[in-house]
């Protein structure tokens, strides 16, 4: 099984859009419509990587991020914030919640198959 990534956007066409790209590159996908929705996701597939918007409803991305590394059983798991937001004050304070990289929309989808793929062998996970 591919490495396993959780993509969280309220966007459906960018959660599709991803999980087809990603699927063709040899992910294990699983979308999720926000931050609600994806701790029951956790508790059952335990993805490698999670993709993240950061304006998204019921929690800010970058408040579920740090909530993620602050929780033991999730916080190893490397997170990719994709959002239109650009400016160095919100990249700032994406990576200063624990993020792993910040990818501003709209991104190149190459950009981020190639930062998944050096983020995966980190973890440990084959495709």
């Not at 599709?16 to 590159?25: F, N, R, S, V």
Request: net charge negative; hydrophobic share 45%.
């Amino acid at each position: 099984m591919g490495c396993k990534v959780a993509v969280v956007d309220d966007d459906r066409e960018i959660r599709e859009a991803l999980k087809d790209a990603l699927e063709m590159a040899g992910y294990d996908v699983h979308v999720v419509p926000n931050g609600l929705k994806l701790m029951g996701v956790l508790q059952v597939i335990h993805p490698d990587v999670i993709l993240l918007d950061v304006m998204m409803s019921w929690i800010d991305g970058v408040d579920l991020c740090y909530a993620l590394k602050a929780n033991h059983a999730y916080s190893e798991i490397p997170v990719i914030f994709m959002s239109a937001r650009t400016s160095p004050e919100d990249v700032r304070r994406g990576m200063d919640a624990g993020a792993a990289d910040y990818i501003t929309k709209p991104f190149d989808l190459q950009a981020l198959l190639d930062r998944l793929e050096t983020i995966r062998p980190a973890n440990g996970t084959q495709a």
